[in-house]
């Protein structure tokens, strides 16, 4: 596909963990990022992960890439209340950075 | 500076007026982008500045949409004769050598 797609929306109970879901478009992006928007606010860099890399972890957040299906994810660990914003993935494309349209992620108490 | 500085924060004009918002990158940053986010929606990519190469323009919605950068640092992105589907809000990223791209607050514009 020509865009970088994500699921629109997920909810998740305080403690359990969260995996957002991010398919993106070209196979030579050297780099992929996560990045967080609370409301109202800008974006903020979350983390971001090499493409020869399978796995990176830091702290509550882990990000996995399956660079033959073209997938990343983001698995935030004993997600709390504090974490509700929209997430985006972003692929480095010929230099530019394509954004997925965001998931928002709603956290229960 | 510390961060990625936009101005103005908001900015309430009237249809067919122009515009210019201004992005002053970290510094020493080379590369410079520009998105717009409509409510609800994601980053639509606007323009791409690296370094003295010649930006990658391939982004902009219409020819009322320019945007330049002086001197490898500052830049403005300018809206001609706005329009009413032109209200968003306008972010302002930049990248240095690492592959952080850290974003600005952005400029959330009101065409009225």
């Known amino acids: 596909g020509e865009d970088v797609e994500q699921s629109l929306f997920l909810s998740v109970r305080e403690g359990d963990s969260s995996v957002i879901n991010c398919t993106y478009t070209?196979?030579?992006?050297?780099?992929l990022y996560w990045y967080k928007q609370e409301p109202g606010a800008g974006l903020q860099l979350l983390t971001y992960?090499?493409?020869?890399?399978d796995m990176k972890q830091d702290q509550r957040l882990t990000v996995l890439l399956n660079k033959k299906d073209k997938h990343l994810s983001l698995r935030i660990a004993d997600t709390q209340t504090g974490d509700s914003a929209i997430y985006f993935c972003?692929?480095?494309?010929?230099?530019?950075?394509?954004f997925g349209q965001g998931t928002e992620l709603s956290v229960k108490p | 500076g510390a961060g990625v500085s936009q101005s103005p924060s908001n900015k309430v004009t009237e249809k067919g007026k122009d515009v210019e918002l201004r992005c002053d990158p970290i510094s020493g940053h080379t590369a410079l982008y520009w998105y717009r986010q409509s409510l609800g929606q994601g980053l639509e990519f606007l323009i791409y500045f690296q370094g003295n190469s010649a930006p990658d323009k391939s982004g902009l919605p219409s020819d009322r949409f320019s945007a330049e950068r002086t001197g490898g640092s500052v830049s403005t992105l300018t809206i001609q004769r706005t329009q009413q589907e032109d209200s968003a809000v306008y972010l302002c990223?930049?990248?240095?050598?690492?592959?952080?791209?850290?974003f600005g607050q952005g400029t959330r514009l009101t065409v009225v």
């Open positions: 992960i090499f493409s020869n890399m």
């Open positions: 070209d196979s030579s992006s050297t780099y």
């Open positions: 972003a692929e480095s494309k010929g230099g530019k950075l394509i």
């Open positions: 990223a930049t990248r240095g050598v690492n592959p952080e791209a850290f």
